[in-house]
């Protein structure tokens, strides 16, 4: 299916979301470092990384394989943007198992990263079966941490990135600038590239930016060309 996207004319980037990582298929690795219009970016939701709470939250894989599997798209896909999604203050979730996962995103670094405290959904396994027993306090000072530990990452990524041409898509104006994206970033959720120029360009529209500065969670730039 992505490789018949890919053929389509007209479709300029294909962007792949919630990959759920147990058993993830070689051929969409292949397809993404084969295919030009396959971003390089990857929404894959490891919610954990400690195999107690991976076994319990009934994931399909473990540790090893999880980092294996990290290991394998940066070096198959080079440039790869990985987003996840992290669940803290689940059932029997101990001060040993949220140290693990915060050394998971010291150690991956990841791009992208949203985290969540945990909470009982009506139907769901955990909620008829297991015992809500992390308090709530604990899941807001897990949740702080994590964040705290993600916006330093994500602010050192940016600077990385800062002098580099990368092709953005435009989504809007705000005042002095265009708002855009680039190719390692999802609407609404990801970074934004701010655009400085008096250009009037509409939203849909694909430009060439030099990144000029970054922050925590935003990028800066000007058109690379006239």
Same mark, same amino acid.
């Given at each position: 299916?992505?490789?018949?996207?890919?053929?389509?004319?007209?479709?300029?980037?294909?962007?792949?979301?919630?990959?759920?990582?147990?058993?993830?298929?070689?051929?969409?690795?292949?397809?993404?470092?084969?295919?030009?219009?396959?971003?390089?970016?990857?929404?894959?939701?490891?919610?954990?990384?400690?195999?107690?709470?991976?076994?319990?939250?009934?994931?399909? #894989?473990? %540790?090893?394989?999880?980092?294996?599997?990290?290991?394998?798209? =940066? +070096? /198959?896909?080079?440039?790869?943007?990985? !987003? $996840?999604?992290?669940?803290?203050?689940?059932?029997?979730?101990?001060?040993?198992?949220?140290?693990?996962?915060?050394?998971?995103?010291?150690?991956?670094?990841?791009?992208?990263?949203?985290?969540?405290?945990?909470?009982?959904?009506?139907?769901?396994?955990?909620?008829?079966?297991?015992?809500?027993?992390?308090?709530?306090?604990?899941?807001?000072?897990?949740?702080?941490?994590?964040?705290?530990?993600?916006?330093?990452?994500?602010?050192?990524?940016? #600077?990385? %990135?800062?002098?580099?041409?990368?092709?953005?898509?435009?989504? =809007? +104006? /705000?005042?002095?600038?265009?708002?855009? !994206? $680039?190719?390692?970033?999802?609407?609404?959720?990801?970074?934004?590239?701010?655009?400085?120029?008096?250009?009037?360009?509409?939203?849909?529209?694909?430009?060439?930016?030099?990144?000029?500065?970054?922050?925590?969670?935003?990028?800066?730039?000007?058109?690379?060309?006239?």
């Amino acid at each position: 299916l992505l490789r018949r996207l890919c053929r389509i004319e007209g479709i300029r980037w294909v962007r792949l979301h919630y990959a759920y990582p147990a058993h993830f298929p070689d051929d969409v690795i292949g397809a993404m470092r084969d295919e030009e219009k396959i971003c390089p970016y990857l929404d894959i939701p490891f919610q954990h990384i400690s195999d107690a709470q991976l076994r319990s939250m009934r994931r399909g #894989l473990d %540790r090893a394989q999880t980092y294996a599997l990290i290991d394998r798209l =940066r +070096r /198959e896909v080079p440039g790869i943007a990985l !987003r $996840t999604t992290l669940l803290v203050g689940y059932p029997g979730e101990s001060e040993a198992d949220f140290a693990e996962l915060l050394e998971f995103v010291e150690k991956v670094r990841f791009e992208r990263l949203g985290v969540f405290p945990y909470s009982e959904e009506e139907g769901t396994y955990s909620a008829e079966h297991l015992r809500d027993d992390v308090p709530e306090e604990v899941k807001r000072r897990r949740v702080d941490a994590v964040m705290a530990l993600q916006n330093r990452i994500s602010r050192e990524n940016n #600077l990385r %990135r800062v002098g580099c041409i990368e092709e953005a898509i435009v989504d =809007r +104006r /705000e005042g002095a600038f265009l708002v855009g !994206r $680039t190719r390692c970033d999802s609407p609404e959720v990801d970074t934004e590239i701010l655009i400085e120029t008096d250009r009037e360009l509409a939203p849909g529209t694909f430009l060439r930016v030099i990144v000029t500065d970054a922050d925590d969670y935003d990028l800066y730039g000007r058109p690379a060309e006239r």
